[in-house]
């Protein structure tokens, strides 16, 4: 049972490279994106409920991406391992790939390529200042496979500069980056043929769950696809209070 625990335990390995966790917080998010190099018409913004229209109606839009923020349940263990075992490993490389999809390799970055992903795909990749850090990590990253995707992530003297800026504002104390911390991040975006993607750097690759029209990731069609699966899981297995919360990429507000 050990050998299987360990086959299917996705994490990065102790030794390996550590960050600060990010904190779960857009401005910080926003922060670290406007100095890589996203254009500040772009911010990172907190979603306070998804079943509330007048709340919703607060959030910006459109909406380019959505991050899912949660710390790691049996239960969603559980799922991701069944969903997982009859999934490839993702190959895909170049630019006539649908996504740009990270894998994570370096410890407590969860944060960090949640927030790649959203910057990297659908209409957010637009909103890159040309010559920025962000630029040129998207630009070498697109023709390179998974594996050397994340080396050069794992080396970018850039992108640790930046993350470290991030790390270090925020409201909360901050953990070490030896600490072992729960906290996952799931972002999911939309490719140029309106297909609503997965994005997380622990699963075997990017998925596809389902065609959203002209609609936004925030869209009831892309919520009942995305994030709400998810909700109902948890609540199905008698989770109790759920701590989780959900932050958008849409214009800025400024």
């Not at 970055?109 to 630029?135: E, M, W, Y």
């Not at 003297?157 to 930046?162: C, G, I, K, N, P």
């Amino acid at each position: 049972m050990a050998e299987t625990q360990e086959f299917d335990n996705p994490d990065v390995p102790t030794g390996r490279k550590a960050f600060v966790p990010l904190e779960n917080n857009p401005e910080v998010m926003s922060s670290l994106v406007h100095k890589l190099g996203l254009s500040s018409t772009l911010s990172f913004h907190d979603v306070w409920s998804i079943d509330d229209p007048e709340m919703l109606a607060f959030v910006p839009r459109p909406a380019s991406a959505l991050l899912l923020v949660f710390p790691v349940s049996k239960t969603y263990e559980t799922y991701r391992m069944e969903e997982d075992k009859s999934n490839k490993e993702y190959e895909g490389k170049g630019g006539e790939e649908p996504v740009i999809w990270y894998k994570q390799t370096i410890r407590n970055a969860c944060g960090l390529i949640g927030v790649l992903h959203a910057v990297s795909n659908g209409t957010a990749k637009d909103f890159i200042t040309p010559g920025s850090d962000l630029r040129k990590l998207v630009d070498d990253a697109t023709p390179l496979g998974p594996i050397e995707r994340a080396d050069l992530l794992y080396n970018s003297q850039a992108l640790e500069s930046a993350h470290q800026g991030a790390a270090s504002q925020g409201q909360s104390d901050r953990p070490d980056a030896e600490d072992n911390v729960d906290l996952h991040y799931v972002c999911f975006i939309k490719d140029a043929k309106n297909n609503l993607w997965e994005m997380d750097g622990r699963r075997k690759g990017p998925i596809n769950r389902g065609n959203i029209g002209e609609e936004d990731v925030l869209s009831e069609k892309a919520l009942d696809l995305g994030a709400r699966p998810f909700f109902k899981r948890e609540a199905a297995a008698g989770a109790g209070e759920m701590r989780f919360s959900l932050v958008t990429l849409a214009p800025s507000m400024d």
